[in-house]
């Protein structure tokens, strides 16, 4: 069983920044991958960044130069950096975390998801 606990939403006028964090706690042998989606109402689940155990990361190319994935191995966690945040960024932001299993088989969880407002 994995749980990640996710933090660092609220409101934000056009211009700022935010930093989102995802830490993950449980029984796994180790963290594959990480990433952080979107979903503004409406809208399908999107992607926005994902770093994988070697640090090689991507962005969508909505957020490329403004956004900043990062990890911390030791703490099992995962920030997101939010520059120059724009009203199109609002959404609900989630992490997504690929485990591997002490079994070896690889399993994926899902943050509880925190809220993002950016507005004057």
């Known amino acids: 069983q994995v749980q990640l606990v996710e933090s660092g939403g609220g409101l934000v006028q056009p211009g700022g920044s935010l930093r989102l964090s995802c830490a993950a706690s449980?029984?796994?042998?180790?963290?594959?991958?990480m990433a952080w989606f979107r979903q503004a109402p409406g809208n399908q689940r999107e992607l926005v960044a994902s770093?994988?155990?070697?640090?090689?990361?991507t962005y969508a190319d909505s957020v490329k130069g403004r956004f900043t994935i990062s990890r911390d191995n030791a703490k099992n966690t995962v920030y997101l950096q939010m520059n120059s945040l724009n009203p199109e960024d609002s959404a609900v932001y989630y992490c997504?975390?690929?485990?591997?299993?002490?079994?070896?088989?690889?399993?994926?969880?899902w943050g509880q998801g925190t809220q993002v407002t950016v507005s004057s």
């Open positions: 449980g029984s796994f042998f180790s963290i594959n991958g």
């Open positions: 997504n975390v690929q485990v591997r299993r002490w079994s070896g088989a690889s399993g994926n969880y």
């Open positions: 770093i994988t155990g070697g640090d090689n990361t």
